[in-house]
């Protein structure tokens, strides 16, 4: 039996942020929640591109064969989102959340990268049907931490995974059978990181799919409003579903490629450059017929083309190596100091004379002054790490050292410095060349201890 899907959707800003920059999209064969990030100018942007990407495989699809579409897209929209930073540096940083799912009747095939979620309510249970990728919730895994302890911490909001252009970025992806009656929540963190899994259960037993929503959004609301708000709830039925296509937040308001044409046309003397970044991911390459591209033309009788040809190639050839090196530069990172604050560098920590070969990703709210004076020198000097999720979790845990250390000292008398003896040697990280060093943690000495 061929089962179908009833759902709502819906997206608002909420009470504080001052744009929607999550999107959505609900059809009869595809649900997609995705939560953009990194400012008012990038975070729609992002989250608009991958809904315009993903939607495009809106098909019936069946089994395993959804999954692999669905990261076949999400891959894509990875790649024009990567496109959108080469345009336009200043795009740097954005990225988007992406969880979702294919229906073909039976099962859903889900996609899920971030911290929105998926649930399944089934026979009056609540499951999780997806894994946050923050570094509070691998605290949690780890046995550090407890639930509640990680629904209070300031570092809740750390993604460590998330589509933002980098290659090493892939969705989890999982086959989930569904049976009549079964009902499905997905929602952004605006729902998820307010409101906790009981109160989402509770809201998800009322009989109409649009108290469902209305009650969700209300409860966030109640909670502070403080980010946007998305919802999809969806009911597993055996006839009766919804035909509608429902387009969601800031990518409602995404062009389509016809009017970006249009309107790419109309503008062009007012500003190109702005055009080309606005629209870049709605262009696809013109295809060209298998006979125009392959039709052997006659030899031209200039006698010069031929070296101009060859000159061309070696020119794109020393192109291309340029721009495989920048590639690569773009997926090292270290901890450093931007003045008086820690910050993530993207690049190479160690440039050449007269040429920097790094740029600053992210600036913490850390002061270096704040930190204990051995690690105020490691950062000072900085400090290389193997990945951008290595490098956020360095700036957490010298966040807890200098919280450790900033507690009131004991006052002690001066003595000689002792000349021998062993001397602690923490690392904030690992460094590229594989060799173990230990990272700083609070753990490993006292408030008062040498660390401090």
Known sequence: MTLQLSYVAHSEIGLIRKNNQDSGYASPHLLIVADGMGGAAAGDLASAVAIDTIRKIDSPTAGDDMLEVLALAIHQANDKIADLVDSDLSLEGMGTTVTGAMFDGSSLGLAHIGDSRAYLYRDGHLERLTHDHTWVQSLVDDGKISEAEAANHPHRSLLLKVLNGQPTNDPDLALVPVMPGDRLLFC?????????????????????????????????????????????????VESGGTDDVIVLGAASEHPNPADSKTRALSAEEDDPEEILVTNLADFEPTPVADEERYTPQAPHQRRFR???VGLLVL?????????MAYGWTRTQYFVGADQDKVAIFQGLSEGLPGLSLSRVYEVQQLAVSELPP???????????????DSARA??????????TCAGPQPTTSPRPRPTSGPKPSPRPSEKPSGKPSPTPSANATGPTGPSC
């Open 306 to 308: 031929r070296p101009l």
């Open 394 to 403: 360095t700036v957490a845990e010298l966040t807890e050292a200098a919280k």
């Open 188 to 236: 952004s963190d605006g729902v998820c990181g307010l409101i906790e899994d009981d109160v989402i259960e509770v809201a998800v037993q009322l009989p109409d799919l649009k108290d469902v929503a209305e009650r969700l959004i209300s409860e966030s609301l109640h909670q502070g409003g403080i980010d946007n708000i998305t919802v999809i709830v969806a009911d597993v």
């Open 315 to 323: 020119l794109l050839v020393a192109v291309a190596g340029v721009g």
């Open 374 to 388: 051995f690690y105020q020198e490691q950062v000072k000097a900085n400090i290389d790490v193997p990945s951008l």
